[in-house]
């Protein structure tokens, strides 16, 4: 059984940096497409990021890309957001997803972790 376990959340000001961690279990992140999705109160959960299941390709939302970035640590079975130029808009609870399957993490993704809260204050 896949566990995935985010950690790094927090409250930033605007402009800030924050770096999530999204550390798992039960299998090698070198098998699995890796992905990061948020959720605002009142909003649905949206898609940030996701690396292809090659782990050759990422791609980003429209919103956050050129300021977000996804990396991974193979030996630490981990894999990384880090956030620059936040905005309040950023807030949310932000989940990890993984999947063997998928080429691509999507909100079908079969593994997800708890989630972490980003508060970015104006």
């Known amino acids: 059984q896949v566990q995935l376990v985010e950690s790094g959340g927090g409250l930033v000001q605007a402009g800030g940096s924050l770096e999530l961690s999204c550390a798992a279990s039960g299998r090698t992140i070198s098998t699995m497409t890796m992905g990061w999705f948020r959720q605002a109160p009142g909003k649905e959960r949206e898609f940030v990021a996701t690396t292809s299941r090659s782990g050759t390709n990422i791609w980003y939302a429209n919103s956050v890309k050129g300021r977000f970035s996804v990396s991974k640590d193979n030996a630490k079975n981990t894999v990384y957001l880090q956030m620059n130029s936040l905005t309040p808009e950023d807030s949310a609870i932000y989940y990890c997803?993984?999947?063997?399957?998928?080429?691509?993490?999507?909100?079908?993704?079969?593994?997800w972790g708890q989630g972490t809260q980003v508060t970015v204050s104006s």
């Open positions: 997803a993984a999947d063997q399957e998928m080429e691509v993490a999507t909100d079908s993704s079969r593994y």
